[in-house]
C-alpha cells in the first residue's frame, strides 16, 4: 500500500510540476485598426484644371470682342465661332467628369475645398459666357443694320459698298448666323455645367 501510495503522490507531484511550469496562454497581438485612407484628390484637381483653361479661353474670346468694337470680317467671326465651339466641347466633358465623381464625393473630405473651387470657376465661367452672348448679339444687331444699310446701296450703284461687295455682306451675314448658334451652344453647356458643379458642392457638405 506505501508503495502504491508513493508512486501516486509521485505521478500527482509531476503533473502538479508540469501545470507550474506550462507556459502561460498568451493572446493573439490584435490586428491593428485599419484606418481610413486619404481621398485621391487628383480627378478633382484635373477637373479644376480643365475649367481654369476654359476660363482662360473665354478672357481671350471677350478681349478680342471687345477690341473689335463690332468690326470682324467673315474670317474673324468664323474663328471665333470656333474657339467658342472648342470651349463648348471642353465644358460639357468637365460636366460629364462631374457626373462621374458624384457617386465618390464624401462630406467633409480634403476634395472638399477643389470642389468648392470647382464651383466658383463654373459660376464665373457662366457669367463669362453669358457675357460673350450679349457682346455677339450687339454686334449681330449692329452688323445686320450695317449690312442692310450697304446692300441696298451696292444694289443702286452696282459698286462697292463701303469697300465690300454684297457677297462679302452676305458672307459675314451668313458667318454671323453661325456664330449666333455657337453662342447659344456655348451657353446651354455653360448652365450644365454650373448645375453639375453645384450638385456636386452641395454632396461635399
Known amino acids: 500500500m506505501k508503495n502504491k501510495f508513493a508512486i501516486s503522490a509521485g505521478i500527482l507531484m509531476l503533473a502538479g510540476l508540469g501545470l507550474a511550469f506550462a507556459a502561460p496562454e498568451t493572446k493573439a497581438p490584435a490586428a491593428p485598426a485599419q484606418t481610413q485612407a486619404a481621398p485621391d484628390s ?16 473665354l478672357d481671350e474670346a471677350l478681349d478680342t470682342l471687345d477690341a473689335s468694337k463690332g ?32 457617386a465618390s464625393v464624401q462630406p467633409g473630405s480634403a476634395d472638399a475645398k477643389y470642389i468648392a473651387a470647382i464651383f466658383s470657376y463654373s459660376r464665373k465661367v457662366d457669367r463669362k459666357a453669358a457675357r460673350v452672348g450679349g457682346l455677339v448679339t450687339g454686334l449681330a444687331a449692329k452688323s445686320k443694320k450695317a449690312s442692310m444699310r450697304d446692300a441696298v446701296s451696292s444694289r443702286r450703284t452696282g459698286r462697292k459698298a463701303k469697300g465690300k461687295k454684297l457677297t462679302q455682306l452676305l458672307e459675314e451675314q451668313k458667318a ?24 456636386l458642392y452641395i454632396a461635399s457638405k
Open 42 to 57: 487628383s480627378r478633382f484637381k484635373d477637373i479644376l484644371i480643365k475649367l481654369v483653361r476654359q476660363d482662360e479661353y
Open 176 to 199: 454671323m448666323a453661325a456664330l449666333a448658334a455657337d453662342v447659344r451652344s456655348l451657353r446651354a453647356a455653360s448652365r450644365g455645367l454650373s448645375a453639375t458643379s453645384k450638385w
Open 71 to 102: 468690326r470682324l470680317s467673315s474670317h474673324d467671326l468664323s474663328a471665333m465661332g470656333l474657339s467658342l465651339k472648342m470651349i463648348s466641347n471642353n465644358l460639357r466633358h468637365v460636366a460629364a467628369l462631374n457626373k462621374e465623381e458624384f
